[in-house]
């Protein structure tokens, strides 16, 4: 039997999980994502990421599944206390063909600070980019001061957690479904 050859609309992942990592493959996967990002792209590193924070971190991250299975991790944040109640977040991080379009970025941080709700959370804090500044602002948080990180600019920002609520199940995590289909020329490359 033949088949005319239909061009198929590329495969387009419409949902995520954002959960804590557990599994080796989770973190072997967000370990890879931030080095795509922190190092290959924007070059802040020159080999590797890595700092005394991960020995005691918790990676969140967001995962898309196939037919239930999840095959890729596509976001991906990391929280720490720093002191009794005091937490910081840093290596936020979203797969670039899943940027600006897709919310991932967004959910990471409230399920990053409702993470640290639930384990206590009296104030949480990060070091943002200066292009990331208007985005954190969105999200209720206000600009402290200005710090050098990696010889780079960035502002010191705090959450303001009236906006923000407990994650009841950070292993578990939830489901997070695509503000926006991914734009053509995404999906293209993804398929
Ligand atoms: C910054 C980053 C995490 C944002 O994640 P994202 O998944 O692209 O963002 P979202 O889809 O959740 O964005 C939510 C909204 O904020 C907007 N937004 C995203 N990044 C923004 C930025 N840098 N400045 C202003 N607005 C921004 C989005 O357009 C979207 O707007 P909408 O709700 O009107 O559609 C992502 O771009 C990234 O990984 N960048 C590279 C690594 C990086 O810079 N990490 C942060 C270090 S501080």
């Known amino acids: 039997m033949m088949f005319d050859a239909v ?6 992942h419409g949902e995520c999980r954002i959960k804590l990592a557990d599994g080796e493959w ?6 890879s994502l931030r080095k795509r990002v922190f190092v290959e792209e924007q070059q802040v590193f020159r080999i590797s990421d890595f ?3 991960d020995h005691d971190a918790y990676t969140l991250i967001a995962t898309t599944s196939m037919l239930g299975i999840p095959d890729s991790v596509v976001g991906t944040v990391r929280i720490n206390q ?4 005091k937490w910081q ?3 936020l991080a979203v797969d670039a063909m899943y940027r600006h379009s897709s919310g991932i970025g967004k959910d990471l941080i409230k399920m990053a600070v409702g993470t640290a709700l639930t ?10 980019q200066l292009q990331n500044q208007a985005f954190f602002e969105r999200l209720g948080w206000c600009v402290l001061g200005h710090v050098l990180v990696e010889g780079l600019d960035h502002v010191f920002m705090q959450a303001n957690l009236n906006l923000y609520s407990p994650a009841p199940d950070p292993n578990h995590g939830c489901f997070h479904l695509f503000s ?3 734009p053509p020329e995404k999906s293209r490359n993804k398929a």
């Open 89 to 91: 977040g840093s290596r």
């Open 51 to 53: 700092d005394h924070l």
């Open 180 to 182: 926006k289909a991914l």
């Open 82 to 85: 720093t002191a009794r109640g």
């Open 119 to 128: 384990l206590g959370c009296e104030s949480f804090y990060a070091n943002v």
């Open 26 to 31: 989770e973190l072997r996967q967000a370990q």
């Open 7 to 12: 061009p198929a609309d590329p495969f387009q």
